[in-house]
């Protein structure tokens, strides 16, 4: 195997550390200490954009390749992405969401959509005047992890579609141009029933966006909102018609879980190593070194962190080579959540008394830290995907 990456990847991973230490960091913590998301209109993401953020890595016919894909954010391949998504995560994960850009819901359009949808939604993405932002939405208040079982309903009117239900925690939808959510056109057929619209800002019976609270990761709004007979153009349905005759609905989704999955592995490992790295100087400058059981912990934990990101990258380079990354994804996500939250707990613990005072940075981490085991299938749910795929049992 060979996890070695591009120039223009490695440049961007430089850039990336660069604006990490100078901006990143300091603008998550700020969000932080302020307990809510950056604004729109917040200063930092006009530089953002400036930077090369906020970018689709989708172009049009005829263009792929002419226009390089500058986003620094954005590698040219999945053990690239693990890598940026790493050191983002490093310098601060609540920001790496509360970038400008269409965020989760891409992966969706470019997988399922007809190239005029990728023209329409991700176009204004190629090189946009102002930050602009897209969302995904799946999760409903009545649970995440069965999401075969989405309650959302949608049902055909003529020229359009009637969307009806709520859906809790979607990054970023409440100032998104457009939010990618999934319905059921009949919740018996499980996920053959499964459909995908671009809901465009403004539709009507769009709305009660609700900002909710976060333990951490607050630089970026997670945001509930309800459909209440929402009426979505019949070209809003990503694939159109034709991609759900061949049953593909469900599909659409896991694609984006399964090329998701390594990199939020890759967020988790960044988050312990910044921990690691936090506790390694407080330890020095307290004298914390001369203790061998503090040392060893640090080592453990450092080693497990490296483990779960060589598992990551593993399971991209399958993604890369269109090979079947399934135990390899979810083994990445299940070992490197908790291998990061031991990193962050020792960091805590090494702080002592200065970390209930909850002003450090490593207090931070702590918090952010917890999401990794929930977002895109929790850990729980990974072990459960692994297990049946090992014993040869369907995805369930
Ligand atoms: C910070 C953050 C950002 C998010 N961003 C988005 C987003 O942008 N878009 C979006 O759609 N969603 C988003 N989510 C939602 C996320 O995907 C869900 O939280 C996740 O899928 C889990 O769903 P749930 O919280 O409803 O827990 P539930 O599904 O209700 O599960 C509760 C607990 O039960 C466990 N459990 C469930 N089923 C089983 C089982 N069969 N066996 C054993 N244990 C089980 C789970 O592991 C969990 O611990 C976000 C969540 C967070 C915290």
């Known amino acids: 195997m060979d996890y070695s990456i591009s120039a223009q990847d490695a440049q961007r991973l430089h850039a990336l550390r660069v604006i990490g ?40 016919e005829g263009q792929a390749g002419s226009h390089p894909v500058i986003a620094p954010n954005k590698g040219s391949t999945a053990v690239a992405q693990v890598l ?24 969706p359009i470019l997988s399922m959509g007809t190239p005029e949808q990728k023209a329409r939604f991700l176009g204004p993405f190629v090189n946009p005047a102002q930050p602009i932002w897209g969302a995904f939405a799946m999760t409903e208040p009545s649970g995440g992890s069965d999401v075969a079982n989405i309650k ?5 009117e003529g020229d359009v579609w009637i969307l009806d239900g709520a859906k809790s925690f979607s990054g970023n939808s409440g100032r ?14 499980g996920r053959a029933g499964h459909r995908a619209f671009a809901v465009e800002r403004g539709t009507p019976g769009l709305g009660g966006f609700r900002i909710e609270k976060k333990m951490g990761l607050k630089a970026y709004e997670s945001t509930s909102f309800f459909l209440t007979g929402c009426r979505v153009p019949a070209a ?24 998701g999955r390594p990199a939020i592995a890759g967020m ?20 914390l070194w001369a203790d061998a059981r503090l040392r060893d912990r640090w080592e453990r934990c450092r080693r497990k962190l490296k483990a779960a990101l060589l598992l990551a990258l593993r399971a991209a380079w399958l ?12 083994a990445s996500k299940a070992m490197a959540a908790p291998a990061a939250f031991e990193a962050t707990s020792l960091a805590m ?10 002003d450090h940075q490593i207090e931070k981490l702590f918090r952010d830290v917890k999401a990794m085991d929930i977002v895109e299938g929790t850990g729980q749910i990974q072990r459960i995907v692994m297990a049946r795929k090992l014993v040869g049992l369907p995805h369930g």
């Not at 988790?268 to 506790?279: F, T």
């Open 21 to 60: 230490r100078e901006e990143i960091r300091p603008a998550g913590l700020r969000a932080d200490r302020a307990g809510e998301p950056l604004p729109v209109g917040d200063a930092f993401f006009t530089r953002m954009l400036a930077a090369g953020f906020g970018r689709t890595r989708w172009r049009p």
């Open 84 to 107: 940026l998504a790493e050191e983002g995560a490093y310098w601060d994960r609540g920001i790496g969401v509360a970038m400008p850009g269409p965020g989760l819901g891409e992966p």
């Open 152 to 156: 959302t309903r949608a049902r055909r």
């Open 176 to 189: 998104a141009e457009w939010i990618v959510v999934f319905a059921t056109v009949d919740p018996a057929l």
């Open 236 to 259: 809003n349905l990503l694939g159109g018609e034709a991609y759900y005759a061949q049953r593909a609905g469900f599909k659409g989704a896991m694609d984006t879980f399964n090329a």
């Open 268 to 287: 988790a490992v960044g988050i312990g190593r910044a921990a690691l790295d936090e506790a390694a100087r407080f330890m020095q400058e307290d004298g």
């Open 319 to 330: 993604a890369d080579r269109k090979q079947p990354n399934m135990v390899e994804a979810s």
């Open 349 to 358: 613990e090494a702080l002592g008394l200065a970390g209930g005072r909850g």
